[in-house]
């Protein structure tokens, strides 16, 4: 029976809303909401896809518990898993106090799976010791909301963004991370020809290439700039002083400081033009509305709270804020990101945005909980949380939803601390992520289409999802799992209240006990139900009982939450990075995402057409400094910091300033022989918010001395050699070499890439054995090459004149051109033996090499170079190649693709 369920996308926190379309219980398709207000129909390549992830290969479907860390985990039915957890807990509490255990969540729960957690640890045990993976991603935004406007609450709306006259983008790179929104950018954009885009970001990011005005400063030096603009805001008077007057309070501190950071003061912290920092001023400023954007490059920061306070003073020294097109507008990473903050559900908030360090909202929760007291005392917070994990100080922890031994920063700190753990409990809905390797017990949770609950986006707008098909295996909805463990604990706590406290028989009975804790409070949430959502469909909060809509802008009566009603200007002062650059490590690290992966991979990493842009982990550098270290462009580099070394393959990218780095956050120890990029980063964190500092690490690039090279190229198909056996086996291998990373390539018949290096050569017996692993062993049709005096020796499996495999060792050239047609069955017969030649040269015969630039209508670079030589437009090429007409994720791609063959033209034109 075919069906078409309404719900969300589960990657970023544009919350687009999505229609599942299911087939016999199974999910079969997914298509844009044209109702959900977030994306009115659009969906980006990594929503688009999400069906082809809803397959139970690689879930979680049965709890696992080890007794013995040596030994591997065994499948236990779910009674024993939460008796033996339950046990566990109660007797280290018991022996060590409430504090002695903790929980570390995320954003990608839904509210109701967080209000549990939350209520599990700070009613039930009584600790606070519950943090979540916000705290790498928003807590510097929350901390930066609540210095500034004295609650976290985003004021603005999508809507605004058409309505702007400029728009700043700060350390946000919407082009990849939140593509929806950036598709609304690029339309206001061709609606207005007034608006003016400034995007400050070290590196010309795919974001910056729309920008009038891109200001590439210094990495870490954004207070500096904010008190820049301000200073010249100040100077050109363009500061709302009526506004100041009578609804903030603080600025002539604020005034007095920045009276020391003119912009040729700035230009020189910055590393800017003197004359873009007034022009960008003058362009915020005069614009009637201003709009800004911002993410990580502000949050992720030893100062990331100034970073956001500094930026949210602009707009409240011009009175741009509660305005239509006007506001400080902080775009939210996961799903539901705000539903966790909406719960409390950090270290150092409580319920409805209460805060734990308030006495008063202390007893409030008590009572609405029904318990004697919450506990005063402020929680672990993540970095700090996994620290005392290693130290002895938390000897339990309870892991949901998130990867820490991938995505924390200084992994060989977070990993010593897992091994020291006494009992780790990982509730996951994936089978293999870095974490589940220091996991005792395992419990399989649903995921995305499978559960029932609340999220919220980045624009305060909360949707209601039900599920599209059944839980796949054993596995259950991460309330539930938490509901039980929590009531077996509490049996074993000797306390009395834990039905009570825990009553609920589905995710509706949480949200109406979440609903009550809300009312009054700035989020007051009262007058939702489910059946209101599903009726009315998605709304935005506060939406108090009695009213008909949601609140779209925050703040239009210009009073604050603080208890003056008065915004607050913070003094700010310019701050290094935690750690500078010098003659040792002179290169500054910056991380970050790609458009098709999402975060560990542990569902995108599935998905074969979403490698097709970047199949392997690649660390970006300005060409000269590539030049200045002896690298060129697909050499080995080691990276090395002061906490760790890591090695991957370099790649020039102009758009880097020199001296600074680039690598993606999505590459751990199950793509890759390391722990990736947190391996080098730092656990300095910001002293308010305590979020780390992941955008800057001091590293050293040096030329890897790996001289001995590997490649498999492995098409799969659905039996045995489906892609993700094909994975698992990889993965056995990553360990043995200096360098190695695997992936997948193509689409329909996906291809795996094993590919590796090392200072040797692995003797031929090994080789055999790595052979016979991809099903390259010796038979009928099998060709091979050696030439073991150069170390060179390949094979390529052709049966029935089709290429299925290659294995390269020694000489590896030939890659480039055999992934591109291997995925795309182009090499004919006749040219099968190319790829076993002494020397891997691309066969003249071959089309020139092409990638997929548009995923939905599978248009490859080529075919749109070829239309754009015989004079295509961009109408033409969407009208007849239909790409970028679907999600419009590879709109900047083909808008650059454009403008560069018209910059050929003219240049061919000159000569
Ligand atoms: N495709 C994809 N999309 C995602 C995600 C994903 O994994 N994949 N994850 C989601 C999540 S959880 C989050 S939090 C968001 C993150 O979304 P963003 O924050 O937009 O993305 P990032 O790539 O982390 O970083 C943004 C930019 O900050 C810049 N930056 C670095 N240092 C500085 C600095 O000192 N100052 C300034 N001004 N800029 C700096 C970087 O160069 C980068 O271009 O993305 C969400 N969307
Ligand atoms: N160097 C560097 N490091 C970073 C960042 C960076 O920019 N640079 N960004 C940071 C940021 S902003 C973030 S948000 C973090 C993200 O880091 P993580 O939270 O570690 O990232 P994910 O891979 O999304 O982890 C979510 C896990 O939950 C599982 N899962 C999915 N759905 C469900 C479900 O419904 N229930 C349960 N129980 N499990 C489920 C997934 O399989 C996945 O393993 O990384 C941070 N780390
Ligand atoms: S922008 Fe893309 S990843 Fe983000 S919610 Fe929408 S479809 Fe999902
Ligand atoms: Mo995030």
Same mark, same amino acid.
């Given at each position: 029976?075919?069906?078409?369920?309404?719900?969300?996308?589960?990657?970023?926190?544009? $919350?687009?809303?999505?229609? =599942?379309?299911? &087939?016999?219980?199974? =999910?079969? %398709?997914?298509?844009?909401?044209?109702?959900?207000? /977030?994306?009115?129909?659009?969906?980006?390549?990594?929503?688009?896809?999400?069906?082809?992830? #809803?397959?139970?290969?690689?879930?979680?479907?049965?709890?696992?518990?080890?007794?013995?860390?040596?030994?591997?985990?065994?499948?236990?039915?779910?009674?024993?898993?939460?008796?033996?957890?339950?046990?566990?807990?109660?007797?280290?509490?018991?022996?060590?106090?409430?504090?002695?255990?903790?929980?570390?969540?995320?954003?990608? !729960? !839904?509210?109701?799976?967080?209000?549990?957690?939350?209520?599990? #640890?700070?009613? +039930?045990?009584?600790?606070?010791?519950?943090?979540?993976?916000?705290?790498?991603?928003?807590?510097? /935004?929350?901390?930066?909301?609540?210095?500034?406007?004295?609650?976290?609450?985003?004021?603005?709306?999508?809507?605004?963004?058409?309505?702007?006259?400029?728009?700043?983008?700060?350390?946000?790179?919407?082009?990849?991370?939140?593509?929806?929104?950036?598709?609304?950018?690029?339309?206001?954009?061709?609606?207005?020809?007034?608006?003016?885009?400034?995007?400050?970001?070290?590196?010309? @990011?795919?974001?910056?290439?729309?920008?009038? *005005?891109?200001?590439?400063?210094?990495?870490?030096?954004?207070?500096?700039?904010?008190?820049?603009?301000?200073?010249?805001?100040?100077?050109?008077?363009?500061?709302?002083?009526?506004?100041?007057?009578?609804?903030?309070?603080?600025?002539?501190?604020?005034?007095?400081?920045?009276?020391?950071?003119?912009?040729?003061?700035?230009?020189?912290?910055?590393?800017?033009?003197?004359?873009?920092?007034?022009?960008?001023?003058?362009?915020?400023?005069?614009?009637?509305?201003?709009? @800004?954007?911002?993410?990580? %490059?502000?949050?992720?920061?030893?100062?990331?709270?100034?970073?956001?306070?500094?930026?949210?003073? *602009?707009?409240?020294?011009?009175?741009?804020?509660?305005?239509? $097109?006007?506001?400080?507008?902080?775009?939210?990473?996961?799903?539901?990101?705000?539903?966790?903050?909406?719960?409390?559900?950090?270290?150092? +908030?409580?319920?409805?945005?209460?805060?734990?360090?308030?006495?008063?909202?202390?007893?409030?929760?008590?009572?609405?909980?029904?318990?004697?007291?919450?506990?005063?005392?402020?929680?672990?917070?993540?970095?700090?949380?996994?620290?005392?994990?290693?130290?002895?100080?938390?000897?339990?922890?309870?892991?949901?939803?998130?990867?820490?031994?991938?995505?924390?920063?200084?992994? /060989?700190?977070?990993?010593?601390?897992?091994?020291?753990?006494?009992?780790?409990?990982?509730?996951?809905?994936?089978?293999?992520?870095?974490?589940?390797?220091?996991?005792?017990?395992?419990?399989?949770?649903?995921?995305?289409?499978?559960?029932?609950?609340?999220?919220?986006?980045?624009?305060?707008?909360?949707?209601? !999802?039900?599920?599209?098909?059944?839980?796949?295996? &054993?596995?259950?909805?991460?309330?539930?799992?938490?509901?039980?463990?929590?009531?077996?604990?509490?049996?074993?706590?000797?306390?009395? !209240?834990?039905?009570?406290?825990?009553?609920?028989?589905?995710? &509706?009975?949480?949200?109406?006990?979440?609903?009550?804790?809300?009312?009054?409070?700035?989020?007051?949430?009262?007058?939702?139900?489910?059946?209101?959502?599903?009726?009315? $469909?998605?709304?935005?909060?506060?939406?108090?009982?009695?009213?008909?809509?949601?609140?779209?802008?925050?703040?239009?009566? %210009?009073?604050?939450?603080?208890?003056?009603?008065?915004?607050?200007?913070?003094?700010?002062?310019?701050?290094?990075?935690?750690? @500078?650059?010098?003659?040792?490590?002179?290169?500054?690290?910056?991380?970050?995402?790609?458009?098709?992966?999402?975060?560990?991979?542990?569902?995108?990493?599935?998905?074969?057409?979403?490698?097709?842009?970047?199949?392997?982990?690649?660390?970006?550098?300005?060409?000269?400094? +590539?030049?200045?270290?002896?690298?060129? #462009?697909?050499?080995?580099?080691?990276?090395?910091?002061?906490?760790?070394?890591?090695?991957?393959?370099?790649?020039?990218?102009?758009?880097?300033?020199?001296?600074?780095?680039?690598?993606?956050?999505?590459?751990?120890?199950?793509?890759?022989?390391?722990?990736?990029?947190?391996?080098?980063?730092?656990?300095?964190?910001?002293?308010?918010?305590?979020?780390?500092? *992941?955008?800057?690490?001091?590293?050293?690039?040096?030329?890897?001395?790996?001289?001995?090279?590997?490649? =498999?190229?492995?098409?799969?198909?659905?039996?045995?050699?489906?892609? +993700?056996?094909?994975?698992?086996?990889?993965?056995?291998?990553?360990?043995?070499?200096?360098?190695?990373?695997? %992936?997948?390539?193509?689409?329909?018949?996906?291809?795996?890439?094993?590919?590796?290096?090392?200072?040797?050569?692995?003797?031929?017996?090994?080789?055999?054995?790595?052979?016979?692993?991809?099903?390259?062993?010796?038979?009928?049709?099998?060709?091979?090459?050696?030439?073991?005096?150069?170390? =060179?020796?390949?094979?390529?499996?052709?049966?029935?004149?089709?290429?299925?495999?290659?294995?390269?060792?020694?000489?590896?050239?030939?890659?480039?051109?055999?992934?591109?047609?291997?995925?795309?069955?182009?090499?004919? /017969?006749?040219?099968?033996?190319?790829?076993?030649?002494?020397?891997?040269?691309?066969?003249?015969?071959?089309?020139?090499?092409?990638?997929?630039?548009?995923?939905?209508?599978?248009?490859?670079?080529?075919?749109?170079?070829?239309?754009?030589?015989? $004079?295509?437009?961009?109408?033409?090429?969407?009208?007849?190649?239909?790409?970028?007409?679907?999600?419009?994720?590879?709109?900047? &791609?083909?808008?650059?693709?454009?403008?560069?063959?018209?910059?050929?033209?003219?240049?061919?034109?000159?000569?």
């Amino acid at each position: 029976m075919n069906q078409q369920i309404k719900s969300t996308c589960c990657y970023c926190g544009v $919350g687009c809303g999505l229609l =599942i379309e299911t &087939e016999d219980g199974q =999910i079969v %398709g997914v298509r844009g909401d044209p109702d959900h207000p /977030a994306n009115l129909g659009r969906l980006c390549s990594k929503g688009a896809t999400l069906h082809l992830t #809803a397959k139970p290969d690689n879930r979680l479907l049965h709890p696992q518990l080890r007794l013995d860390r040596n030994l591997p985990r065994q499948r236990v039915g779910w009674d024993t898993a939460l008796d033996h957890a339950a046990d566990r807990f109660a007797q280290i509490i018991r022996t060590h106090g409430p504090d002695s255990v903790a929980f570390y969540v995320s954003g990608q !729960l !839904l509210t109701e799976d967080y209000y549990v957690f939350n209520k599990l #640890a700070k009613g +039930l045990i009584g600790t606070n010791n519950i943090d979540t993976n916000s705290r790498l991603c928003m807590s510097s /935004a929350v901390a930066g909301y609540k210095q500034t406007l004295g609650a976290d609450a985003p004021p603005c709306c999508y809507e605004d963004i058409p309505l702007a006259n400029c728009l700043l983008i700060a350390g946000a790179n919407p082009a990849i991370a939140h593509p929806i929104v950036f598709r609304r950018i690029e339309d206001a954009r061709a609606a207005n020809p007034e608006l003016r885009i400034i995007v400050i970001d070290p590196r010309r @990011s795919e974001t910056a290439a729309l920008a009038d *005005l891109h200001l590439a400063l210094r990495p870490g030096t954004d207070i500096a700039l904010y008190n820049g603009l301000l200073n010249v805001l100040l100077g050109e008077q363009l500061v709302d002083r009526d506004y100041i007057a009578r609804h903030t309070e603080g600025f002539d501190e604020l005034e007095a400081i920045v009276a020391a950071y003119p912009p040729a003061a700035v230009a020189g912290i910055c590393g800017l033009a003197e004359t873009d920092i007034i022009k960008a001023a003058r362009w915020f400023g005069t614009a009637g509305a201003a709009l @800004s954007l911002y993410c990580q %490059g502000l949050n992720q920061s030893s100062h990331g709270t100034h970073n956001n306070a500094a930026l949210i003073h *602009l707009h409240l020294a011009t009175g741009q804020i509660g305005r239509p $097109g006007a506001g400080p507008f902080s775009l939210t990473g996961q799903p539901n990101a705000m539903g966790g903050r909406e719960v409390g559900g950090l270290a150092n +908030l409580l319920s409805a945005h209460r805060d734990l360090a308030n006495p008063k909202h202390r007893d409030e929760v008590a009572q609405l909980w029904g318990v004697p007291s919450v506990p005063a005392a402020p929680g672990r917070t993540a970095v700090e949380l996994f620290a005392a994990l290693k130290r002895g100080g938390v000897k339990a922890v309870w892991i949901a939803c998130t990867n820490p031994a991938q995505s924390l920063p200084d992994q /060989a700190e977070v990993r010593a601390a897992l091994q020291a753990a006494d009992f780790v409990v990982l509730q996951e809905a994936y089978a293999s992520t870095d974490t589940a390797t220091y996991a005792d017990l395992m419990l399989p949770a649903t995921t995305w289409g499978e559960k029932e609950g609340t999220v919220t986006n980045s624009e305060r707008c909360i949707t209601h !999802l039900t599920p599209a098909v059944a839980p796949p295996g &054993e596995a259950r909805h991460d309330w539930q799992i938490a509901v039980d463990f929590a009531r077996r604990l509490g049996t074993r706590l000797e306390q009395a !209240l834990t039905t009570k406290l825990f009553p609920y028989a589905d995710a &509706e009975a949480i949200f109406i006990e979440h609903r009550e804790s809300t009312r009054g409070r700035d989020l007051d949430i009262t007058g939702l139900s489910y059946a209101l959502l599903d009726t009315a $469909g998605p709304q935005q909060w506060p939406f108090p009982e009695g009213s008909s809509q949601g609140r779209q802008r925050l703040y239009e009566d %210009g009073v604050f939450a603080t208890p003056s009603g008065r915004a607050r200007f913070v003094q700010v002062e310019h701050q290094p990075t935690a750690e @500078s650059t010098g003659d040792k490590r002179p290169i500054s690290l910056l991380s970050g995402r790609l458009r098709d992966q999402w975060h560990g991979m542990s569902r995108t990493g599935n998905v074969a057409r979403l490698f097709n842009l970047d199949d392997e982990p690649l660390l970006s550098m300005h060409p000269d400094d +590539l030049r200045q270290h002896g690298l060129i #462009a697909g050499d080995l580099a080691e990276v090395d910091s002061a906490r760790g070394d890591i090695v991957v393959r370099v790649k020039p990218d102009v758009g880097l300033a020199r001296g600074c780095a680039w690598l993606p956050m999505h590459w751990g120890s199950q793509f890759m022989n390391s722990a990736g990029v947190n391996t080098l980063t730092t656990s300095a964190r910001d002293p308010y918010s305590q979020q780390p500092e *992941l955008k800057h690490a001091a590293v050293a690039v040096n030329k890897a001395d790996l001289p001995w090279q590997l490649v =498999i190229l492995r098409k799969t198909g659905l039996g045995e050699l489906s892609a +993700l056996t094909l994975l698992a086996k990889a993965r056995t291998l990553l360990g043995e070499f200096a360098f190695a990373s695997v %992936g997948l390539y193509g689409r329909a018949e996906p291809l795996v890439i094993f590919r590796a290096a090392h200072p040797q050569a692995l003797p031929e017996s090994r080789l055999q054995e790595i052979d016979t692993l991809f099903g390259l062993g010796d038979n009928a049709a099998v060709i091979v090459y050696a030439d073991p005096r150069r170390q =060179i020796s390949k094979r390529a499996l052709a049966p029935d004149g089709k290429l299925t495999g290659v294995r390269l060792a020694g000489e590896t050239q030939a890659e480039v051109w055999l992934k591109e047609v291997m995925a795309d069955d182009t090499l004919d /017969a006749e040219l099968i033996r190319w790829a076993v030649a002494p020397i891997g040269q691309r066969p003249g015969k071959l089309p020139p090499r092409s990638h997929v630039v548009c995923k939905c209508a599978d248009v490859t670079a080529a075919q749109i170079t070829g239309d754009l030589a015989a $004079g295509a437009t961009l109408a033409v090429l969407q009208k007849q190649r239909k790409c970028g007409t679907f999600c419009g994720s590879c709109l900047p &791609e083909l808008r650059q693709m454009i403008s560069g063959q018209a910059l050929r033209a003219s240049n061919a034109a000159v000569l």
